[in-house]
Every structure is written in C-alpha cells, then in structure tokens.
C-alpha cells in the first residue's frame, strides 16, 4: 500500500512541475504583453520630450527617435518667451485653480445632502441629474455662450472659471454622494447629540473626514481644466492675452509653417505641473475612488 501511494505521488510530482511551468509562462507572457503595452502608451510623451531637446533640422531627419541630436535648451526658454508662455501660464492657473474650488464647494454639498437626506422627489432628482451626463458638450455651448454674454462675463477669466468648473459637476456630484453614503450615521448621531446643527455637522465634520474625496475630485477637475482647449478658446476668443496654455501653443502653428521643436517645449512645460500634481494626491486619489466606488 505504501509503494502505491509512493508511486502516485511520483506520478503527480511532474504533472504539479509542468502545471507550474505553463502558470509562470502564462504570467511572464502577460508581463510582457503589459510592459509592450505600457510602452507603446508612454512613446508619444517619450517622443515629445526628446523632441523637446532637438534643433530645427534634427527634429526631421531624426524623425520618431525619441533620442535627441543634442540638448537645446534655448527652446524651452524661446517657448516661455516667444509665444508668452508666462502670461499663458498664469491663467490656466487662475482657471484650473478657480475651477477646482468651485467644484468642490458645488459638489460637496450635493453630494451630501442627495446621500444623507430623503427629501420628497429625491430619486427623480437623481434621475433628471443623471441624465445631464449624456449631453454633449457641443449641444450646449450656444445657450451657454448666451448665457455668459447676458451676464457680461464674456472675454473674461470668470468665464472660463464658471463653464469649465459646470462642467465636472455631476460626476463630482455622484462621487461626493457615493463618498458620504459609506460614512457611519453614528458620526451625524454624535455631533447632533452635541448640538451641532445639519450645515454645521457637514461643515465641521463629514467635510473635513471626505479628504480622500476631496483630493479625488480636485484632481479631476484640475487636470479637466489644465487641459482644456474648447471652453477658453471659444470665451477668450478675442482677448488673445486671457489664453490658457492649450490655446496659447497655437502661437506655434502658422498658415505656412509649424515651430515644431518650440510646440513640444511648451507641451513639456504644460504637462510637468500636472504630472506633479497627480504624484502628490495619487494616495488621496486611490482612496477617494474605492471609498466612493464601494459606495
């Protein structure tokens, strides 16, 4: 009996072996495939960073290679002059910063009091909200612009501020919601019990423990608005100097000829802000979305 067991075991020990060989073959294959991926993904800012750093004349013979001919600085420094990169700069921060505290004073509350209360037509509220997600932005841009114009922001910053920070608020809306819906009641019970009223609770303690969310949507909003070219071209649009930087790199493209060398300077110089920004609030970022997602 005991050689029967010995040998079965004998027999198993290359199956287990070969099983074991095609697992890790299998994962090494999907690496591999995952690593392609990636790479293929990272080329074109790879490449646009390269390019960043050619001449004139080796951004053409060098064609895709990512490796530059040289290090030229002086384009980083001709697109931050030239093409008024400074002034560019500084409204897109004044956008996506005004952009982002409005979004998260917007949302915040929303998505508080659609999870937290249960007011009479709560649920076709949702609904109707839900709804707005579907609308392209194309189709509304003419009542907005009439809109924009009747108030007399037109040409202006606020503008901007006010069309591009609408246009994050239901989403932003539904993770604030999905957010406040996984928080205990217990915490709402222990702020009633000392005193604390509905806006105070919120303010004072649900708003400060949505750090994660807060992080989350902020970061949304600030890589929507960093990045956006539609909205400021069509309500600065005969105020060149209100430009963001999306808008302003067109001062790269002319009716003959293209600055190209100059045009992936300054999409280096627009991207870097933002890739740091994502770096500091990834944890927050993470957390936020599992918090809302199991929601």
């Known amino acids: 009996m005991a050689l029967l067991v010995s040998s079965s075991r004998r027999d198993r020990t290359p199956a287990r072996r070969r099983a074991a060989v095609r ?8 690496h591999l ?26 951004f053409f013979s060098r064609g895709l290679n990512p490796f530059p001919d040289g290090v030229h600085l002086s384009n980083y420094s001709g697109a931050w002059k030239g093409a008024s990169f ?35 037509g709560r649920k076709a509220c949702i609904g109707l909200i839900s709804v707005t997600l579907f609308l392209p932005h194309g189709y509304t841009i003419i009542p907005v612009f009439d809109i ?50 509905f806006h105070q609770t919120f303010w ?10 807060l992080a989350t949507v902020g970061l949304f909003t600030c890589i929507s608005a960093w990045n956006s070219f539609f909205v400021p071209l069509v309500f600065t649009l005969s105020k060149p100097e209100l430009r963001t930087l999306p808008v302003g790199m067109y001062s790269f493209v002319g009716q003959n000829s293209t600055d190209w060398t100059f045009l992936c300077a300054g999409s280096v110089i627009s991207l870097v802000p933002i890739v740091a920004v994502f770096l500091l609030l990834q944890r927050y970022f993470v957390n936020g979305l599992a918090g809302a997602v199991k929601g």
Do not use: C
């Open 23 to 30: 697992r890790t073959a299998g994962r090494s294959l999907i």
């Open 33 to 58: 495939l995952l690593l392609v991926g990636g790479l293929l993904w990272l080329f074109p800012f790879l490449w646009t960073l390269g390019s960043s750093f050619k001449s004139a004349d080796g």
């Open 86 to 120: 400074g002034t560019y700069f500084v409204n897109t921060v004044l956008v996506a910063g005004g952009s982002v505290v409005l979004t998260l004073l917007a949302t915040s509350m929303a998505g508080y009091v659609l999870a937290r209360t249960d007011f009479p």
């Open 148 to 197: 924009v114009r009747g108030l007399h922001l037109l040409n202006t910053l606020w503008a901007v501020i006010i069309v591009q920070s609408s246009s994050s608020l239901v989403f932003a809306t539904f993770l604030f919601m999905g957010y406040f819906s996984t928080m205990d009641r217990e915490i709402e019970d222990a702020a009633k019990v000392d005193g604390a009223g």
């Open 204 to 213: 004072r303690v649900m708003l400060p423990l949505s750090g994660p969310m």
